[in-house]
DNA sequence: CTGAAAGCGCTTACAG
DNA sequence: CTGAAAGCGCTTACAG
């Protein structure tokens, strides 16, 4: 910066003043910084800078993985969304590790970053103690930990897991599984989409039955196929699927069409998240819309006020994104191959 | 840090020591240094390190987008093998888009890294003139560019694709369509598998027939299923599908499924990438697997040679991982649901 | 519109 | 083993 200052002939803030389109500078000045800033390749420290202003221009995003297809939509979305609005995201991987889930709240890598936009998978309700370190903005994803000193964006998990599940009885099904229970679990969102799909159940007069609900700890296609088996090995009756994420009912999908059971002839099969690949299985799968989109914009802006303004001491807000239903295949059966 | 200084009644060059793990301290003083640190909730401060120190400890890495799982995936592996050497990743989303592939190697954001992993997708030789200007550590994975001022990381297109086509004919396969051509190019992934696939049928015996070559622009689901489409709609007789990527073959596995085409009774199927989806599509999905977590390591550990020895000046390396086919239900036939 | 100067919070020769 | 001091490259009141 003094060697563009000195060809330039001029002092440095006014070099300053040109990066950063301070408006009152001669225009022939400006010329001047312009050139001698060509002719030398100079670029900014950014180090110095954030040295100097306190901020770094980085927000963190932490996730379990980033190989689950709705984490790195999610990634894709947040990304693009503070990108919009001049911020850059550092990824964090959790693998849904307690540890890791505590440690990305005070680690070295925290300190890069102006606020933490964080989606954990293993924290409870008895961790809320290890968010009372954060002193930083922070908007929290998902359902595992409410209260915490943060912002929260989440799904309406409950209602949104009940219209998947009227959608089924719609269909004419009754005996509707569920894959991805966490046994015992109060909170999360198994255990609120597990909540949504009783209360259907019981709108619609049907009894629960505990042998339908299928347990998966982790929420992956092994074990969503794995879950799929169990039911089907215990030769439990079934004419529908409820997988508690996308990953889990395509690998319920994946199992039937091992076993030759026809989706949706005799088994109708839905998920949640609506990841890119379920237009795509065969047969294509009907999902919950969660508004992927709209959830990463609102934590991108939620944060970002709380960075710019950290006297604001308005309480913390709640919001809640808007669902959908999106009907294909795997429920109502058009396109299903011949010869089933 | 003066703060700490003063309570632990020691310079904050021993305080520094102490942060650094410098081993010469008395343990008495190690204790009252922590013990100070504890007690402030103190942390340091990333920006002036990294002033100081002319590093940052993050690096670069540039993909078209975290949607196309191939790419999710690859990051994945990629902040694993950067964490395993205390270095964390910042990504970089250009959407496949020239400008923004050229942004990258010069914009603002490069200046928060250390070094760059840069997978382009839309540069070609003619772009070689905008790596002139990096001055910093650099790693090229794939194929659209070589001999920049970088250390490069390829897969075998040319023998995988000649290794995938040949599994396809030694399933007795002699009408093989390929779906992702993109015409006119030299350069590139797409070129070198047609190239590979063009061999093999060669070694065979069978003529190479343009009736059979699809294009796809863009590597997606939509684009393969779009190509599959085309093919079929022109009457092109074929027994065999080659899609360049894993999510072309998706597409045209869900095209053929929804024109009720039996996948592998009347047409094979095979990929490129292993994705963590073609284990669990419908039917399974064969496919070339290109080591992705080697090209991570790898391109990791190349780039951090590079920044850890910046006046090094050995020649800018190659790299080629090693490669192996998959081979699933596309293309053998287990598993094919009954009825068909 | 522009200049001279302080200071952000570290690390690291240099001394002892 | 530890201290005093310079300096990394910026930005920003303060002056003019």
Redesign the pocket.
Known sequence: ??D??ARA????????????G?P???????AKVEAAIAELG????M???N????RTGLIGLAVPELSLPYFAELADSVIRAAEDRGMTVLIEQTGAVREREIEVVSGQRRQFTDGLIYSPLALGPDDIGELAVVDYPLVLLGERIFGGPADHVTMSNVEAARAATEHLLAQGRRRIAVVGAHAGEMVGSAALRLQGYQRALEDAGIAVDPALVAEAGLWHRATGAEAMARLLDDGVQLDAVFGLNDALALGALHELHRRRVDVPGDVAVIGFDDIEETAYSAPTLSTVHPGREEIARTAVDLLLARIEDPDDDRPFQQVIADFSIIARESTLGEGTPAGH
């Open positions: 910066m003094h563009v200052a002939a001029v002092s440095v803030k006014t070099v300053s003043n040109v990066i950063n301070y009152y500078i001669r225009e022939t000045t400006r100079y670029h900014v420290n180090s110095a800078r040295l100097r202003r306190g």
